[in-house]
Structure formats: structure tokens, C-alpha cells
């Protein structure tokens, strides 16, 4: 007789229930940074754009160049 394993191999983020909060925020965001960059401004320009209307990162806190470049990168802007 022999015995079977069964192997179930799921990625990290498949375990991760969505904000929808967070998820809204991070739309809000992905709208103003594209609306910025169609203007062809740096991202110096954009982020002191972005502080200057209140416009906030996903997480609450005031834009920087470092957070405002890999929001960019991460969601492929």
C-alpha cells in the first residue's frame, strides 16, 4: 500500500484578504500620480504637487521622492 501527498502551494498574497480601504486609497493614488506623469512633471514636481493639494500615500503619511518612486514602480506607472 502506498501513501499519497498532497502538496497545496499558494502564493502569500492569495492568503491575504484585501482592504478595500487600503485598496481605494491606492486607486485614488494610481489616478493622481497618472494624471501627473500624462503632465510630463518629475517626480520632485509630483511629489510636492501631490503634499500641496493633501494628497497622501496608501498608508497616510506625506509623499516623498523615495515612496512616490516605488508606488510608481510597484504599480507599474
Known sequence: MSKS??????RKKDN????P???LRIDEAMGFV?????KGDNLKVM???????GHLC???SAWTYDS??????????
Open 16 to 19: 491575504e484578504a484585501p482592504d
Open 34 to 38: 497618472r494624471g501627473l506623469r500624462k
Open 68 to 77: 512616490l518612486n516605488s508606488f510608481i514602480h510597484d504599480h507599474q506607472l
Open 21 to 23: 480601504a487600503r485598496q
Open 5 to 10: 501527498i498532497k502538496v497545496v502551494v499558494t
Open 58 to 60: 496608501p498608508d497616510g
Open 47 to 53: 511629489v510636492d504637487k501631490l503634499n500641496e493639494h
